[in-house]
């Protein structure tokens, strides 16, 4: 099998993006279920998700869980961060395994992260620990109101 070295996707890698970002094969073997469906072998499959990864194509891949459904609570969060501390409150934010975003923004609130815990008061002392930790305040903006989009490219040709 040939690999692409640039960003651009080939026929086979389109078709497996389709399948995979809301309809990944919840199945023993789901790169056999894959290749099965494009065309290739379980292997074949593998690697090329592997190489999609690699190049960045693929930023994640794993389940999408209801967090309200389960009983957790989430919440929107935004700070200032100047320039200087800007490395230590990221380090401490992304080491929190609640944390499910992370962006920096062009906005006086430079740092937008979003935050699911077990339950509301995990939520607020894991905030309160991360400015005891950074000096940085945090912004809470739990949702009044839930908007979800879901979003699905058909990037098959």
Same mark, same amino acid.
Request: aromatic letters at 6%.
């Given at each position: 099998?040939?690999?692409?070295?640039? &960003?651009? +996707?080939?026929t086979l890698d389109r078709k497996i993006l389709t399948i995979i970002q809301s309809g990944f094969p919840?199945?023993?073997r789901p790169y056999q279920v894959i290749g099965d469906a494009v065309g290739l072998s379980e292997e074949e499959a593998l690697e090329r998700v592997r190489a999609m990864k690699q190049?960045?194509?693929?930023?994640?891949?794993?389940?999408?869980?209801?967090?309200?459904?389960?009983?957790?609570? &989430?919440? +929107?969060c935004a700070a200032k961060v100047p320039e200087e501390k800007m490395d230590e409150f990221i380090n401490e934010v992304n080491s929190h395994p609640g944390v499910t975003h992370n962006y920096l923004r062009d906005h006086m609130f430079n740092i937008w992260f979003t935050y699911i815990g077990p339950n509301w008061d995990n939520v607020c002392q894991t905030l309160d620990a991360i400015t005891a930790m950074t000096g940085i305040e945090i912004l809470n903006l739990p949702a009044k109101r839930l908007y979800k989009i879901k979003v699905d490219f058909n990037l098959d040709d």
């Open positions: 099998m040939t690999q692409q070295t640039d &960003s651009a +996707l080939d919840v199945e023993p190049r960045k194509l693929i930023r994640r891949m794993g389940a999408n869980f209801n967090s309200k459904g389960l009983g957790w609570r &989430s919440t +929107l």
